[in-house]
C-alpha cells in the first residue's frame, strides 16, 4: 500500500511572533516598560525644564508698567513725525525682530522745547524663553546706539528704563543653566540603553533552546532575524506609544496645551533614541540568542578576551574627559567645552560602572571561599551561586552603581551649586536686605528694625572710590551692628572677626544723658553788623545706632558791652541716645560773601530746662571768613574730633585691591570718593578674599564711625587760606538682617527701594538643580524595571534547582529565603561601588561645574552633598528590589511544588 509523505503544518510569521512574545511576556513587557519610561522621560525632562526655565525668566523680568520693564529712547520730535517712527521701528525690528513690543509716545509740553517723542521697548511674551532672553540682551544693548546713528535722531537720544540691564541679568543665569542643562539628560539617555541592552540580552538568551529548535526544523537565519525585528518593533511600538502618552497626559495635566507644545521641540532627541534602543533590542537579542545556541562560541571567546582591554580603554577616556573638564574655562561655550561638559560625566559615570563589574569577580570570588568554611548551607550556597552566575549578577551591579553614582552626582552638584550660588550673593549683597536711603535719617534704623520679619538693622554707607588709579567700592558699617546684619560665610567672611580688624576708638564727645538741646556761643568782630546775623551754624552729630547727621542751629546776635554776641540753639532730633557731637561747622551768610568776619571764644553746650554745661570746648582760635587777595571762606569746621589732622582708621581691603596697588598688611592708603572731594586715609587691618557689599572685586571696608569721626578737620582757623571744607559722611543704606520676604514692608516702612539677596539670573540658572534631581530618580525608575526583569528571569533559568535542592533536604522557603540574600548582597555591593565612584567623580567634576553654572560666581564652591536624590533614588531601587525578591520567593514556591519543573528547566 503506497505511502503519503508526512506534510509540515504551515505556520504564519504573525502566528510565530505572538507565540514568541506569549512564551517571554515578561521579559517582552519589562523591556516595553523600560522603553517607555525612558520615551516619557526623554520626552518629559526637557518640556519641564523648559517650562520651568521659562516660568523663571517671566518672573525675573521686571512688570512692564515699571521704569525697570522697559526700555525707552527719547528725542526731538522731527518735522515729519511718520518718517521719524517708520526709521525708529525699522532700527528695532532690525534688531529684536518680533521679541518686542513697540509703543510710541510723545512727553513733555506739545510745541515746546522740551518736547520728545519716545518708542518704549517692552519684552513680547513669547521671547521671554531661555533663547529669547539671550536675543533680547543682545538686541537692547545696541538699540540706544543704532537709533542715535539713524535717521530717527534728532540732535540725539536720551535712554532710560532697566529693562536692558534686567534681561542681561537674566540671560546671564540662562546661559549658565545651558551650559549644565544637558548633562543629566545624557546621563540618562545612557542609562535606559544601558538597561535595554541588558534586559534585550536576557531574551535573547532566554530564546536559546527555542532558537536551536528552530533552526533545527528548518529555520533560517534571515527567517529568524526577521522575526526578531517584527518582535522589536511591536516591543518598542507600543514602549514608546505608552511614554508619549503618559508624558503628553502629564504634561497637559501640569501646564495645558502650552505644555504639550514644549513636548513637540524635544522629538529630535526621543526619535534618534527610539530608534538606538530599537536597533540595541534587535542586535543584543540575536547576539544573546546565538550565544546561548552555542552558535557563536568562538566570537564569545574573543569578546570575552577583549573586555578587559574595552574596560581599560573606557576609564582612561574617562579620566582624559575629567581632566578636561577641570581644565575649562568658566564660561565657556565653544563645541569643545560643551562636549566635554557633557561627556565628562557621562563617561565617568560608565568608567565608575565598569570599574565596579571589574571589581565584583574578585569580590565575589573572595566572599565565596570565605563562606565556604562555615559549615552550613548558607551562607555558602548564596555566595557561590552568586560567583558562578557572574554574568548575570554584574549586570545588576553596573545597573545600581550607575544610578547611585549618578544620584550622588545629582545631590552633589545641587548642593554645591546652591551653596556657591548662595555664598556669591551673600558676599556681594552683604546683608539680606538693603534700603537705597539717602542720606539716613536717624530714626530709619529704629523704624526697620521694627519693621515685621527684619531682626537686626544698621546704618551703612557705601561709595565708588578710587585709589592709585584702582576703581573699587568702600562700604562703611558700625563695627558693633556687624554681627548682627552682615552674613556669615564659613571661610570666607566672619562679620566678628571683621568687626575687631575695623574698630577704633570713638573721637567724638558723648552728649550728656537727659539734654534735649545744644547751644553755641561766640563772639563776632566785623564792620558789618547784618553779616553777623546772617552767619549759619550746624553741629554734626551721631547717635547710638551710628547715624550721621547734620543739625542746623538758629542763630541770634546780641550786642553787649561794645561787642557781637552770637548764640545758635538747637534741639537734638529724634533718634537713639546716646548723641556724640562729630564736628561743629559755620558759615557766612547768604549775600554776604565778601563781608569780613573774625569769629573767637566759641563754646558748645548742651541744654536741658533751662540749665546749660559745657560738653565740646572749642578751640580759642580766630575764623577769618573774608581771607587775604579777597578769597572768601564760604564755610569751615571750627571745632572737629579728629582735630585739625584727624587720624588714618583701620581699612579691611580685599585681595584683588591689594595685588593692584601692591599694599601689605600695615600700609597706609588714601582712597579718594569717585565724583567726591573726600579722602579716606586708612591703613591696611587686614586683607581678605571678599568683603561684604563688595565681593572679591575690589573692596575697602571701614567703620562708619571712624570714617565720620575722621572725615572733618578743623579749617581756615587762625587765616589758614582755604575755602574748602570736608564733611563728615552721611549714610546713604540701610542694611538689615531678616527674612527676604520682609522687603516689601520695609520699603514701605522707609518709602525707599529695597534690595534682595535673590538674584534673577540664579533663580533661572537654578532650575537645572530640579532637573539633576528628576533625572537621578528617573534614572533609578529605569533600572528598578530592569532589575525586576533581571531577578525574574535568573529564578525562571534556575527553575531546575529547585527539586535538585528539595531532595536534598532544602525547603522551597529557604531556598528563597537564600535567593533573596543573594539579591540583596548583590545590589547593596552596587550600591557601595555606585557611591564611592559617585563620590570621586563629584570631587573631580562638581565643583567646577558648579562654577561654571553660577552666574557672575565669587567664591570657588566647595564640595557639598545633599541627600534628597540619593534617598529618593535609593528607596526607588529598594521598592523593586522588594518586588523582585517577593515575585523570586512566590516562583521559587510554585516551583518547589511542581511535578513538572523539569519541563521549566534550562
Avoid at 519693621?451 to 578710587?466: C, E, F, K, L
Avoid at 558699617?477 to 566678628?496: E, I, Q
Avoid at 551710628?546 to 554776641?565: F, I, K
Avoid at 537621578?776 to 528571569?793: D, E, F, K, P, S
Wanted: net charge negative; aromatic share 2%.
Amino acid at each position: 500500500m503506497p505511502t503519503t509523505p508526512l506534510r509540515r503544518p504551515a505556520v504564519s510569521a504573525g502566528h510565530l511572533v505572538r507565540a514568541r512574545l506569549r512564551s517571554r511576556v515578561g521579559l517582552a513587557a519589562s523591556i516595553a516598560a523600560a522603553i517607555a519610561v525612558a520615551v516619557g522621560l526623554l520626552c518629559g525632562l526637557p518640556a519641564a525644564a523648559a517650562m520651568a526655565s521659562a516660568a523663571s525668566i517671566r518672573s525675573a523680568i521686571p512688570d512692564a508698567q515699571s521704569p525697570a520693564g522697559w526700555l525707552q529712547v527719547h528725542t526731538r520730535p522731527a518735522t515729519d513725525a511718520a518718517a521719524q517712527d517708520d526709521a525708529a521701528r525699522k532700527v528695532i525690528a532690525d534688531l529684536l525682530a518680533d521679541d518686542v513690543r513697540i509703543e510710541t509716545v510723545r512727553v513733555g509740553d506739545p510745541g515746546s522745547d522740551f518736547e520728545r517723542v519716545a518708542w518704549r521697548l517692552t519684552p513680547a511674551p513669547e521671547a521671554l524663553n531661555a533663547d529669547g532672553v539671550e536675543r533680547l540682551a543682545r538686541g537692547l544693548a545696541r538699540v540706544p546706539e543704532s537709533i542715535r546713528e539713524s535717521d530717527a535722531a534728532e540732535g540725539g537720544i536720551v535712554a532710560s528704563g532697566g529693562l536692558a540691564d534686567a534681561v542681561e541679568d537674566v540671560s546671564a543665569g540662562a546661559i549658565a543653566a545651558a551650559a549644565i542643562t544637558p548633562v543629566p539628560i545624557v546621563i540618562l539617555t545612557v542609562l535606559a540603553w544601558f538597561a535595554v541592552l541588558q534586559l534585550a540580552r536576557l531574551l535573547g538568551a532566554a530564546r536559546g533552546r527555542e532558537t536551536r529548535v528552530l533552526v533545527a526544523r528548518g529555520l533560517s537565519a534571515r527567517q529568524d532575524a526577521a522575526l526578531a525585528a517584527i518582535e522589536t518593533v511591536v516591543v518598542v511600538t507600543a514602549g514608546t506609544a505608552t511614554g508619549v502618552v503618559g508624558a503628553v497626559v502629564a504634561a497637559g495635566t501640569a501646564w495645558g496645551p502650552v505644555g504639550i507644545g514644549a513636548l513637540t521641540r524635544s522629538w529630535p532627541l526621543v526619535v534618534v533614541s527610539v530608534i538606538v534602543l530599537a536597533a540595541t533590542l534587535l542586535v543584543s537579542q540575536l547576539r544573546g540568542a546565538k550565544v546561548a545556541s552555542g552558535a557563536d562560541s568562538v566570537a564569545g571567546r574573543i569578546a570575552r578576551a577583549a573586555s578587559p582591554g574595552v574596560a581599560v580603554l573606557l576609564v582612561l577616556v574617562g579620566a582624559v574627559l575629567v581632566w578636561q573638564a577641570s581644565q575649562l574655562a568658566t564660561g565657556a561655550r565653544d563645541p569643545w567645552s560643551v562636549a566635554v561638559t557633557v561627556l565628562a560625566p557621562t563617561v565617568g559615570i560608565a568608567a565608575v560602572a565598569v570599574l565596579a563589574v571589574l571589581l565584583f569577580a574578585p569580590l565575589s570570588a573572595l566572599v565565596a571561599r570565605a563562606a565556604a568554611a562555615g559549615a552550613g548551607i548558607a551562607p555558602a550556597f548564596p555566595a557561590r551561586q552568586v560567583a558562578r552566575r557572574l554574568r548575570s549578577f554584574t549586570v545588576a551591579v553596573a545597573l545600581v552603581s550607575i544610578v547611585v553614582a549618578g544620584a550622588v552626582l545629582a545631590g552633589a552638584y545641587g548642593a554645591t551649586w546652591s551653596a556657591a550660588s548662595a555664598q556669591s550673593q551673600q558676599v556681594t549683597a552683604g546683608a539680606a536686605l538693603r534700603a537705597a536711603v539717602d542720606p539716613v535719617s536717624p530714626g530709619d534704623v529704629a523704624t526697620a528694625g521694627d519693621t515685621v520679619g527684619v531682626t537686626d538693622a544698621a546704618p551703612a554707607w557705601s561709595a565708588a572710590v578710587v585709589a592709585g588709579g584702582v576703581a573699587g567700592t568702600l562700604v562703611a558699617l558700625p563695627p558693633d551692628s556687624m554681627p548682627g546684619v552682615l552674613f556669615a560665610v564659613p571661610g570666607v567672611m566672619d562679620p566678628v572677626n571683621l568687626a575687631a580688624e575695623i574698630a577704633a576708638p570713638r573721637l567724638a564727645v558723648e552728649v550728656p544723658d537727659g539734654a534735649t538741646g545744644l547751644r553755641f556761643e561766640a563772639r563776632v568782630s566785623t564792620p558789618e553788623p547784618a553779616a553777623a546775623g546772617a552767619m549759619e551754624v550746624q553741629v554734626w552729630l551721631d547717635d547710638s545706632a551710628g547715624v550721621p547727621v547734620a543739625v542746623p542751629l538758629d542763630v541770634s546776635v546780641a550786642e553787649a558791652d561794645g561787642a557781637l554776641s552770637l548764640t545758635a540753639d538747637a534741639e537734638l532730633p529724634a533718634g537713639e541716645e546716646p548723641w556724640r557731637i562729630v564736628a561743629v561747622e559755620i558759615g557766612q551768610g547768604r549775600g554776604w560773601p565778601g563781608a569780613e568776619l573774625v569769629v573767637t571764644g566759641m563754646r558748645m553746650l548742651s541744654t536741658d530746662d533751662g540749665e546749660s554745661e559745657l560738653v565740646a570746648p572749642v578751640p580759642n582760635a580766630r575764623l577769618h571768613t573774608a581771607l587775604p587777595g579777597g578769597a572768601a571762606v564760604r564755610s569751615a569746621m571750627v571745632w572737629a574730633a579728629g582735630g585739625a589732622t584727624p587720624p588714618r582708621i583701620p581699612a579691611v581691603v580685599t585681595t584683588v585691591f591689594a595685588d593692584e596697588l601692591g599694599l601689605a598688611v600695615g600700609d597706609d592708603v588714601d582712597v579718594r570718593v569717585d565724583g567726591g572731594g573726600r579722602t579716606v586715609a586708612a591703613t591696611v587691618a587686614s586683607i581678605v578674599t571678599a568683603l561684604p557689599g563688595t565681593g572679591t572685586g575690589a573692596g575697602v571696608l571701614v567703620s562708619l564711625d571712624a570714617a565720620v569721626d575722621a572725615a572733618s578737620a578743623t579749617s581756615a582757623l587762625d587765616g589758614a587760606a582755604t575755602d574748602e571744607v570736608v564733611t563728615p559722611p552721611l549714610a546713604n543704606e540701610v542694611w538689615a538682617a531678616g527674612d527676604e520676604s520682609a522687603a516689601a514692608a520695609l520699603g514701605r516702612a522707609l518709602d525707599a527701594p529695597v534690595a534682595t539677596v535673590g538674584s534673577p539670573a540664579s533663580a533661572v540658572a537654578g532650575e537645572v538643580v530640579t532637573l539633576w534631581d528628576a533625572a537621578a530618580v528617573g534614572g533609578a525608575l529605569l533600572a528598578g524595571v530592569a532589575l525586576i526583569a533581571l531577578l525574574a528571569a535568573l529564578t525562571a533559568q534556575r527553575a531546575g534547582e529547585v527539586l535538585v535542592l528539595r531532595a536534598l533536604g532544602i525547603p522551597p522557603t529557604a531556598q528563597a529565603r537564600m535567593r533573596g540574600i543573594e539579591a540583596v548582597v548583590v545590589v547593596m555591593l552596587g550600591v557601595v561601588l555606585g557611591a564611592a565612584g559617585g563620590v570621586s567623580l563629584a570631587a573631580l567634576l562638581v565643583p567646577r561645574m558648579a562654577e561654571r553654572a553660577v552666574p557672575d560666581v565669587q567664591l570657588p564652591p566647595t564640595l557639598s552633598f545633599s541627600p534628597w536624590p540619593i534617598v529618593l533614588a535609593l528607596a526607588v531601587v529598594g521598592v523593586a528590589l522588594a518586588v523582585a525578591v517577593l515575585g523570586s520567593w512566590l516562583a521559587v514556591r510554585r516551583q518547589g511544588s511542581s511535578t513538572r519543573i523539569e519541563e521549566a528547566a534550562p
